[in-house]
């Protein structure tokens, strides 16, 4: 299947650890990659090629990815990490797959 | 500073038909994958269309195929999406975004969006 399925939604306080998973048939064996969008905002890159941080990105978001599921860490949560995020992967026969979106909210 | 700005979007009639452009700033705009990215209201992302960096190839969702062409101009920075056969369900926010590979994409630098409305 080229579905790729997240958690709508995932509540964590502030300095704890948030772990959002996208789950899809093949996901272990292609590079998955994430993105944060604010309200109101255009999507930003945070993880891609599995585990890789763009520049600027804090330190804070990681990523893995095995068997069926990739998975957003950030530790130490912080109130402007409150957002949407969309794993996103590639198949070869659907072409661009998104995840449906997980909303983290940061109580 | 990286920049992508598409323009327009606007409300068009079920069956009809709107162009989309994008232009790009501060990047060798020939070097790089472009894409549309939509985003209906209150939805998550959904891809639309992407071409190659010398526009060798391009690339649909199911759900636009046919009814889409995307195209890009080098010499111009720009990206363009071409929208036919409009239908309700292809109401949202479209998004030009960059991608420095194809296979597999990850798109590094977004626009702001241009909001296309179908509806009578």
């Known amino acids: 299947s080229s579905e790729l399925t997240q958690p709508p939604s995932v509540s964590v306080s502030p300095g704890q650890t948030a772990r959002i998973t996208c789950s899809g048939g093949?996901?272990?064996?292609?590079?998955a990659c994430w993105y944060q969008q604010k309200a109101g905002q255009s999507p930003v890159l945070v993880i891609y090629?599995?585990?890789m941080r763009p520049s600027g990105i804090p330190e804070r978001f990681s990523g893995s990815n095995s068997g069926h599921t990739a998975t957003l860490t950030i530790s130490g949560t912080q109130a402007m990490d409150e957002a949407a995020y969309y794993c996103?992967?590639?198949?070869?026969?659907?072409?661009?797959?998104f995840g449906g979106g997980t909303k983290l909210t940061v109580l | 500073e990286v920049q992508v700005v598409e323009s327009g979007g606007g409300l068009v009639k079920p069956g009809g038909s709107l162009g989309l452009s994008c232009v790009a700033s501060?990047?060798?705009?020939?070097?790089?994958?472009m894409n549309w990215v939509r985003q209906a209201p209150g939805k998550g992302l959904e891809w639309v269309s992407s071409?190659?960096?010398?526009?060798?190839?391009?690339f649909y969702a199911d759900s636009v195929q046919g009814r889409f062409t995307i195209s890009r101009d080098n010499a111009k920075y720009s990206l363009y999406l071409q929208m036919n056969s409009l239908r309700p369900e292809d109401t949202a926010v479209y998004y030009c975004?960059?991608?420095?590979?194809?296979?597999?994409?990850?798109?590094?630098?977004w626009g702001q969006g241009t909001l296309v409305i179908v509806s009578s």
């Open positions: 975004a960059r991608a420095p590979n194809w296979n597999p994409p990850h798109f590094d630098s």
């Open positions: 501060e990047f060798t705009f020939s070097g790089y994958t």
């Open positions: 071409i190659t960096s010398s526009g060798s190839y391009t």
């Open positions: 093949k996901l272990g064996h292609k590079n």
């Open positions: 090629e599995d585990t």
């Open positions: 996103q992967a590639w198949d070869s026969s659907a072409g661009v797959v």
